[in-house]
């Protein structure tokens, strides 16, 4: 069973920076494909960010330039760097991994970032 456990969260003043962490257990993280998510209240969960076993990117356009994802296969953990952060930044953020087949079903339980003054 894969468990995914995400932190770093926290209340950063805007244009801060924060970076998530998710951690995962398995023994063939570096075979999953990884995703963070954000989920705003009131509205649906939308993607932020990707990145394959392979190590290729994509973000959605509004992180761009200002958000970057990563890997480390020897600690198993996924990273969301945030810089320039902004109060429409807040969020939960979720990581999620595609371990086997074509679909994202595994899921941490969420990790809050709150960007105010």
């Known amino acids: 069973q894969v468990q995914l456990v995400e932190s770093g969260g926290g209340l950063v003043q805007p244009g801060g920076s924060l970076r998530l962490s998710c951690a995962a257990s398995?023994?063939?993280?570096?075979?999953?494909?990884m995703r963070w998510y954000r989920q705003a209240p009131g509205t649906q969960r939308e993607l932020v960010a990707g990145?394959?076993?392979?190590?290729?990117?994509t973000y959605t356009d509004f992180v761009k330039g200002r958000f970057t994802i990563s890997r480390d296969n020897a600690k198993n953990t996924a990273y969301l760097q945030m810089h320039s952060l902004k109060p429409e930044d807040t969020a939960v953020y979720y990581c999620?991994?595609?371990?086997?087949?074509?679909?994202?079903?595994?899921w941490g339980q969420g990790t809050q970032v709150t960007v105010s003054s």
């Open positions: 990145i394959t076993s392979g190590s290729k990117t």
């Open positions: 999620a991994a595609k371990v086997t087949g074509p679909k994202y079903d595994r």
């Open positions: 398995g023994s063939i993280f570096s075979s999953y494909g």
